[in-house]
T-cell receptor, first 114, second 111 residues
Framework: DAKTTQPPSMDCAEGRAANLPCNHS???????VYWYRQIHSQGPQYIIH???NNETNEMASLIITEDRKSSTLILPHATLRDTAVYYCIVRVAERGGSNYKLTFGKGTLLTVNP | GAGVSQSPRYKVAKRGQDVALRCDPI?????LFWYQQALGQGPEFLTY????????KSGLPSDRFFAERPEGSVSTLKIQRTQQEDSAVYLCASSPLYEQYFGPGTRLTVT
């Protein structure tokens, strides 16, 4: 799986949008971009994933550049409960693709301030 | 609905003791993963099951680590003769297709 690079930490004011960047310049054509987060003392939580099109769900939006070498996770209105470590992961997703492990880096610690 | 559950949540073992960590996945999820998370690090893959078959155990750090899922549902991770370096949070995840759903983890402390 391709390696990802994320800033170690970021701050965001409550109610503002949080934009978390991720570089994955060696991503392959069949690799998806996944985002997970881990709130202190909890297991990681799936947020969103995408291949090349922008994606949006109830939690966040994922913007992937046209060359797919980087992406941005957007939390539109950050709350204090969004304080967590955010992991950007690239992974092959084949048919029935649950059978592939996730390779976590160190992620970005997002701190949402009141 | 019910998520992934793990027990015990905390375990303290003396060096040399054997421990067993349990994972109850989400009903119907055929895929199950175990990860190990050291303090301040991201989770690291240990092993993967599809139903009862262990298809990948490449992440198990030594032959003291053993995992099973005999009926394709509940899984147990066993660590024999625990060492201090085994102290970590052990996470279980189950998956329906693309995303993985994680349990809260078991924090193992070896003294």
């Amino acid at each position: 799986d391709a390696k990802t690079t994320q800033p170690p930490s970021m701050d965001c004011a409550e109610g503002r949008a949080a934009n978390l960047p991720c570089n994955h310049s060696t991503i392959s054509g069949n690799e998806y971009v996944y985002w997970y987060r881990q709130i202190h003392s909890q297991g990681p939580q799936y947020i969103i994933h995408g291949l090349k099109n922008n994606e949006t769900n109830e939690m966040a939006s994922l913007i992937i550049t046209e060359d797919r070498k980087s992406s941005t996770l957007i939390l539109p209105h950050a709350t204090l409960r969004d304080t967590a470590v955010y992991y950007c992961i690239v992974r092959v997703a084949e048919r029935g693709g649950s059978n592939y492990k996730l390779t976590f880096g160190k992620g970005t610690l997002l701190t949402v301030n009141p | 609905g019910a998520g992934v559950s793990q027990s015990p949540r905390y375990k303290v073992a003396k060096r040399g003791q054997d421990v067993a960590l349990r994972c109850d996945p989400i009903s119907g999820h055929v895929s199950l993963f175990w990860y190990q998370q050291a303090l301040g690090q991201g989770p690291e893959f240990l092993t993967y099951f599809q139903n009862e078959a262990q298809l990948d155990k490449s992440g198990l750090p030594s032959d003291r680590f053993f995992a099973e899922r005999p009926e394709g549902s509940v899984s147990t991770l066993k660590i024999q003769r625990t060492q201090q370096e085994d102290s970590a949070v052990y996470l279980c995840a189950s998956s329906p297709l693309y995303e993985q759903y994680f349990g809260p983890g078991t924090r193992l402390t070896v003294t």
